[in-house]
């Protein structure tokens, strides 16, 4: 036995064969990338409040370290990674909705420079008329998106980003009033790719 932090998963799991199928295809969209003929996105959203994401820290015996917890507003933020530590970035203090994508995608298309694949999962934000209905548009611009197989956010490498920013950028002061979150979260994604790496693998 050992201590360890219990981990959330996802609630269901893809089809066996629609998962084989799509990791193959984005296998091969990620060789496309590596020959220079096309660049990958991975988007996702996130948000950010005065809830801590700290599980653990070292600590003397007799005198733990507490954190205070309290209901605030929320920073949103919507990533557009690469593996190579590229990120166009965009964050809300309001919910991000498919209006909110969409703004984002079009500001997006304005500059890529080669054909680019967005990796994108399966919510309700992201499957709807209201964005299947500009990808023609988009495509239109040298942008077409990758819909990953239902509950697998582990193809998604932006995902390992935000676990990096909640469970090990973001230092424990950061919690001190939502205007020092902010500036913490902003201050890391502004050096992310200098002060702040990740080895995508």
């Keep these: 036995m050992g201590w360890y932090r219990i981990k959330r998963r996802v609630g269901g799991n893809p089809s066996p064969e629609f998962y084989e199928k799509k990791v193959k295809e984005l296998d091969e969209l990620k060789k496309q990338e590596s020959r220079g003929e096309i660049e990958l996105r991975y988007v996702d959203e996130s948000g950010f409040c005065l809830i801590p994401y700290i599980p653990y820290a070292w600590q003397e015996k007799k005198q733990k370290i507490e954190v205070k917890s309290q209901k605030s507003k929320r920073l949103n933020v919507l990533g557009f990674l690469t593996r190579q530590n590229e ?3 965009y964050t809300f203090q309001c919910s991000i909705n498919s209006d909110v994508v969409i703004a984002c995608i079009d500001k997006f298309c304005e500059k890529i420079t080669k054909k680019t694949v967005l990796i994108m999962d399966n919510s309700s934000i992201h499957q709807n008329n209201l964005l299947w209905n500009k990808e023609d548009e988009w495509a239109n611009k040298g942008l077409e998106i990758f819909f990953l197989p239902s509950y697998s956010p582990q193809l998604n490498i932006i995902e390992i980003f935000w676990r ?15 205007s020092t979150l902010v500036e913490a979260v902003e201050d890391i994604l502004v050096n992310f790719g200098t002060k702040y790496t990740i080895n995508f693998v």
């Design 87 to 89: 990120l166009e970035v």
């Design 164 to 178: 990096f920013i909640k469970y090990q950028w973001l230092k424990i002061d950061a919690y001190e009033s939502y």
